[in-house]
């Protein structure tokens, strides 16, 4: 998928389309994760569809769950679903960045010898 290292950069246009591809992937993934995370709150949480979407936003963004949960299996997915969103956001970043990086590295001719 990434070009070999030769003297020319793949076309504006190539990258431009490898970037929007990988924009598209990490979408794909953070719509996965909010889903996951709606359903877990409207099931296991018993919240209302609203309430499951905005904690499962709140946690999937970092920012922190909004509803009080009042069952332990419910504290037990929220611990779950939380941990899971960080590695989730460190993933998503490194498919949306992945194009970006590898370019700067062709381009500066930083990238590994071996």
Known sequence: MSEKRTP???PRREFIRRLGW???AGGVLILFSLTI???GYHVVGELPWIDAF???????SGMGPMSTLHTD???LFAGFYAIYCGIALIGTTGV???PVIHRALHKFHLEDNS
């Open 22 to 24: 990988s924009v598209a």
């Open 37 to 39: 995370g709606m359903i």
């Open 73 to 75: 299996a419910a504290k």
């Open 8 to 10: 020319k950069l793949l």
């Open 54 to 60: 905005l904690d499962a936003s709140m946690i999937l």
């Open 96 to 98: 949306i960045l992945a």
